[in-house]
């Protein structure tokens, strides 16, 4: 069996005529899936813009590849505020003066509020590494391997307060091999996630 999408079609380029979608990123480590959206923008496959990349690790390496692209970069280091929801205000205003309408979470290890979910009804994204409503949470791919699935994968959906509880929007099924570790397994997900999280934004 090999990897497969299991939602919407990936749909072709919006129409120039049409307004980029303007996209806050949030991110607290590598930024690949900042990479694999910036990428799709670039090939024209995504119509949209990114305003501004949120960041709340300080060493994150996402703020480089923010910077290599002439990216807008915001730390707003969580160990600062005194709560979730302040944290969920400074993010607030953060994407509103860059002007963005959307806010992607990719790879953002944080868990948000109902003052963000409010602020952006039915406009945030996330991405998670299983077939939700299979494993979500944290450790889901150590999850999977634990549990012995045969197939697992990646799953795009809207944030509601709940945790991964969101509409799904796109998935992909990435089959477990006999021979698979934590790192390959997590490896050949991560590779569906650059495929389909930019498609499920354009559909979004």
Not at 156 to 165: F, G, R
Not at 171 to 184: E, I, K, N, Y
Request: proline share 7%; glycine share 4%.
């Amino acid at each position: 069996m090999t990897d497969a999408l299991i939602s919407p079609a990936i749909p072709k380029p919006l129409p120039q005529s049409e307004s980029p979608a303007k996209l806050a990123i949030l991110a607290s480590g590598n930024g690949s899936n900042l990479e694999a959206i910036a990428a799709a923008i670039d090939r024209e496959d995504l119509n949209a813009t990114i305003q501004v990349v949120i960041y709340n690790n300080p060493d994150a390496q996402v703020a480089n590849r923010a910077s290599d692209r002439g990216l807008p970069a915001v730390l707003l280091n969580h160990r600062e505020f005194d709560s979730r929801e302040a944290l969920d205000r400074a993010i607030i205003n953060a994407v509103k003066d860059h002007d963005a309408e959307w806010v992607i979470m990719a790879g953002w290890m944080r868990r948000v509020t109902e003052v963000l979910i409010n602020a952006f009804s039915k406009r945030i994204l996330n991405i998670h590494p299983s077939l939700l409503p299979s494993f979500p949470g944290i450790r889901a791919v150590e999850q999977a391997l634990t549990a012995g699935v045969k197939v697992t994968g990646c799953t795009v959906h809207y944030v509601e307060l709940v945790i991964d509880s969101g509409p799904i929007i796109m998935q992909a099924v990435v089959p477990v091999q006999p021979d698979d570790t934590l790192q390959s397994l997590q490896t050949r997900i991560q590779t569906q996630e650059h495929r389909i999280y930019p498609a499920a934004i354009a559909i979004a």
